[in-house]
């Protein structure tokens, strides 16, 4: 029970940023980096205000909203100077790093003689742990509720249909570049916002923090879509939560077994292997040569491979 509290306790905050990543990479067809800078960026900002004086909450919205002026900044570079969004993602997570440390003024702050939200959850009496739980909860729920309410209005609607298949949006009249500008913004905003609860719940702000933290965020997503293959959007977010709960426990696991700290991604990658396959392949993975099901595998794995390919970024 104790590993299962753990990885709520840690794992819940992070939960923004793999709906973030969901939002690119499922819903926009955008394979942004950017969400990385962000995390980073949020954090910072939320930091430096929060030693400013400013009200935790206040603070948490305007880091959100730093992390989707790193969005927009990807997407106008996207969209206007016609670079590929995974080269664009990239320059800007290079420069988020310089972006957080001029924010910062130096390379850490501490925020533990200052009022977080979790300080202020603690408040009712309960304790550091669930204070963490309660707050991580609540923020992953409200973005989930809020993603699913969007993702069915008629934007929302607009925003899918650009992702899944932009010619056809175009073609019915939807201004498809619009709509990834305002999709890569949305997703920053996201993994802002989850930068900013990494920092308050932690009590200080590193620059480092942002660095490796979309591998956490691509994991969820990737256990979550293996649990949960389907293209419907409640499923698919409720797979995400799952996946970054699931991520955390097998750290927490990991480290409780007594593995050494620089072991625990390679055991992460290791689970996220094992889903994946049996989840694409499920018994047939095990397909004797030669069979009906090892000539379906590898008729799927061709068809996957001839329609797999990097659009050029030049």
Request: hydrophobic share 55%; charged share 10%.
């Amino acid at each position: 029970m104790s590993i299962l509290l753990i990885g709520a306790q840690v794992g819940l905050i992070y939960g923004p940023l793999a709906l973030g990543i969901y939002f690119a990479l499922n819903v926009m067809s955008l394979p942004d980096l950017t969400l990385e800078g962000s995390f980073g960026i949020g954090g910072a900002t939320t930091a430096v205000l929060l030693v400013a004086g400013l009200d935790p909450a206040s603070a948490l919205m305007i880091g959100m909203a730093s992390g989707c002026l790193a969005g927009l900044i990807t997407g106008l570079l996207h969209v206007y100077l016609k670079m590929n969004v995974l080269l664009a993602g990239i320059l800007m997570t290079t420069a988020a790093w310089s972006v957080s440390l001029a924010i910062m003024g130096a390379g850490n702050i501490s925020l533990l003689n200052e009022p977080t939200i979790f300080t202020w959850v603690e408040g009712f009496g309960l304790s550091t742990q669930w204070a963490a739980i309660l707050v991580g909860a609540a923020a992953s729920a409200t973005v989930a509720a809020l993603l699913i309410w969007f993702l069915h209005t008629n934007y929302g609607l607009s925003l899918r249909a650009a992702g899944l298949n932009i010619q056809t949006a175009r073609c019915i009249g939807i201004r498809t570049e619009a709509r990834q500008i305002a999709g890569l913004i949305i997703a920053n905003g996201l993994a802002a916002m989850s930068g900013a609860l990494v920092v308050q719940s932690q009590g200080f702000m590193d620059v480092s923090i942002q660095t490796g933290v979309i591998v956490v965020g691509l994991a969820a997503l990737m256990i979550g879509m293996s649990v949960f293959k389907t293209p419907r959007i409640i499923p698919s977010i409720a797979g995400v939560i799952l996946g970054i709960l699931v991520y955390r426990v097998v750290v927490t696991l990991a480290l409780k077994l007594g593995l050494p700290p620089y072991f625990v991604k390679l055991v992460t990658a290791v689970v996220v292997f094992a889903i994946v396959a049996l989840r694409s392949h499920g018994l047939g993975l095990f397909a004797v040569p030669g069979t009906a099901a090892a000539k379906k595998n590898a008729r799927d794995r061709l068809e996957y491979l001839e329609n797999d390919r990097v659009v050029n970024i030049t």
